[in-house]
T-cell receptor
Framework: DSGVTQTPKHLITATGQRVTLRCSPR?????VYWYQQSLDQGLQFLIQ???????AKGNILERFSAQQFPDLHSELNLSSLELGDSALYFC????????????FGPGTRLLVL | SQKIEQNSEALNIQEGKTATLTCNYT??????LQWYRQDPGRGPVFLLL?????KEKRKERLKVTFDTTLKQSLFHITASQPADSATYLC???????????FGTGTRLTVIP
């Protein structure tokens, strides 16, 4: 158990809808990362937050957004969902954002029908 | 853009043998390179990190080498066991960046 929690574990929704994925980092970790993992693309970095502020951006679509709250939990919002957004979404955390090791949560499996 | 290739999608080996996985990268000089293990439906778990100025790192039955000239890392599991069966991902962080870039992974199966 990495200490990172993600909810929900599974999500099934329809195209055009909007969903919110939630992540709670390990106790004391200030930095949260979001990744998308699909069969054909592998694990792709989406975005990083550090202590409430956006720190780095990767291959995140404009339809996706994220935020980190004062209690350090983070949410990833996916809107206008398309079939191709079906994937596993992982959250990871680290202490300060420059730490070498990231601790991954169990993931949220999103299926868009 | 950064490209990370892992030598094969799948690798099958006999129990007790040494498994060797390859990670090749282009375009950037990473500050360090990491290896993660991922079991089906679960998040990656950190195994080993090797820095750009290190040639080799060991942890129990695991060994990682890093050749910055060849832009390649090798990951070895000695005396492999069926419990080592998983997907292994390499990831690198280039200097000045916070995020990791991951390879697509190699699915290792250790046959009893």
């Amino acid at each position: 158990d990495s200490g990172v929690t993600q909810t929900p574990k599974h999500l099934i929704t329809a195209t055009g809808q909007r969903v919110t994925l939630r992540c709670s980092p390990r106790s004391g970790d200030l930095s949260v990362y979001w990744y998308q993992q699909s069969l054909d693309q592998g694990l792709q970095f989406l975005i990083q937050y550090y202590n409430g502020e956006e720190r780095a951006k990767g291959n995140i679509l404009e339809r996706f957004s994220a935020q980190q709250f004062p209690d350090l939990h983070s949410e990833l919002n996916l809107s206008s969902l398309e079939l191709g957004d079906s994937a596993l979404y992982f959250c990871a955390s680290s202490a300060y954002g420059l730490e070498e090791t990231q601790y991954f949560g169990p993931g949220t499996r999103l299926l868009v029908l | 853009s950064q490209k990370i290739e892992q030598n094969s999608e799948a690798l099958n080996i006999q129990e007790g043998k040494t498994a060797t996985l390859t990670c090749n990268y282009t375009n950037y000089s990473p500050a360090y390179l990491q290896w993660y293990r991922q079991d089906p439906g679960r998040g990656p778990v950190f195994l080993l990190l090797i820095r750009e100025n290190e040639k080799e790192k060991r942890k129990e039955r695991l060994k990682v080498t890093f050749d910055t000239t060849l832009k390649q890392s090798l990951f070895h599991i000695t005396a492999s066991q069926p419990a080592d069966s998983a997907t292994y991902l390499c990831a690198l962080r280039r200097g000045g960046a916070n995020n990791l870039f991951f390879g697509t992974g190699t699915r290792l199966t250790v046959i009893p």
